[in-house]
């Protein structure tokens, strides 16, 4: 098994040998990535904005580009197949585990995420850059792997029939439907039979990831079983990509993500919604 993660440490020691990627993102209000990129990021990073390497024709957040529209904006980015990634985000972890995830999605080798993030490095007096990085473009060979993405449909199907376990990271007061969503005209609840572990109980309070038997810790006080089929979901696919991150830890690198997650559960009139633990 191979830890997702790296440390400052490590990333200090390669950092001429790897391609570094800032996925910072914010909630709406509460900051703006690129801004954030370009006051301070880790030298030689490029930044990956979600909500633009995305398909905006479906109306939901930061959903997956098409294969060939993910290869133009990776090439334009300098990103290549043959190089180790190391993506990072400036909250510590939070945003970094979508691009983690949609690196995979779109044919990439497992990038690592960096523990702690853009906090933990700066808190440690390590070197950053403003402005942006421009390097020379690549050629990306357009992929996707199916096996990590999920869809409305097979949502309904697994659900249905119980073959798998969906795990929503999502707070829990919006789990069970006592706290109004962010996003305006989304139900409250959540999915049938699905089990709740917050993205945020699986962080420390300096942005670094818990340990692995704390992680596993979680998931078993959710009722989650760790050698069945899992898939993850949230508010509009960031922290249940986090969720995924944590699964990996424990080396379930299989597990996929429900891209539309609650954007689009919660908005339709022709899905079931729960409320209650």
């Excluded at 790296?6 to 209000?29: C, I, M, N, R, Y």
């Excluded at 930044?47 to 294969?67: K, N, Q, W």
């Excluded at 334009?76 to 993506?87: H, K, N, Q, S, Y």
């Excluded at 585990?97 to 853009?118: C, E, K, Q, S, Y």
Aim: aromatic share 8%.
């Amino acid at each position: 098994m191979t830890d997702p993660f790296v440390s400052t440490a490590w990333l200090a020691e390669h950092l001429d040998k790897v391609q570094v990627v800032d996925a910072t993102w914010f909630l709406p209000g509460e900051g703006v990535g690129r801004e954030s990129y370009a006051a301070a990021h880790i030298p030689g990073a490029v930044f990956f904005d979600i909500d633009e390497v995305a398909d905006r024709s479906t109306g939901l957040p930061h959903m997956l580009p098409s294969p060939e529209a993910f290869a133009r904006a990776a090439g334009a980015l300098g990103l290549t197949r043959e190089r180790p990634i190391v993506v990072y985000d400036a909250q510590g972890v939070f945003s970094a585990p979508r691009v983690w995830w949609t690196l995979r999605a779109m044919g990439f080798p497992p990038p690592r995420v960096l523990d702690g993030g853009l906090k933990k490095w700066r808190a440690e007096g390590r070197p950053v850059e403003t402005g942006a990085v421009s390097p020379p473009a690549s050629v990306v060979e357009p992929r996707r792997e199916p096996a990590l993405v999920r869809d409305l449909e097979a949502v309904r199907e697994l659900l249905a029939g119980a073959a798998a376990q969906l795990v929503d990271a999502r707070p829990a007061p919006r789990f069970r439907g006592e706290a109004p969503e962010p996003r305006p005209g989304l139900r409250s609840g959540h999915m049938p039979g699905a089990r709740n572990v917050p993205f945020g109980g699986l962080v420390n309070p300096d942005g670094t990831f818990k340990s692995q038997a704390e992680l596993a810790e979680a998931f078993r006080n959710a009722g989650v079983d760790l050698d069945r089929p899992i898939v993850t979901t949230c508010g509009s696919g960031v922290t249940a990509a986090g969720v995924a991150l944590a699964l990996a830890r424990l080396g379930r690198d299989d597990v996929p993500v429900y891209d539309g997650s609650w954007a689009e559960w919660g908005g339709r009139s022709d899905t079931e919604v729960v409320t209650g633990a």
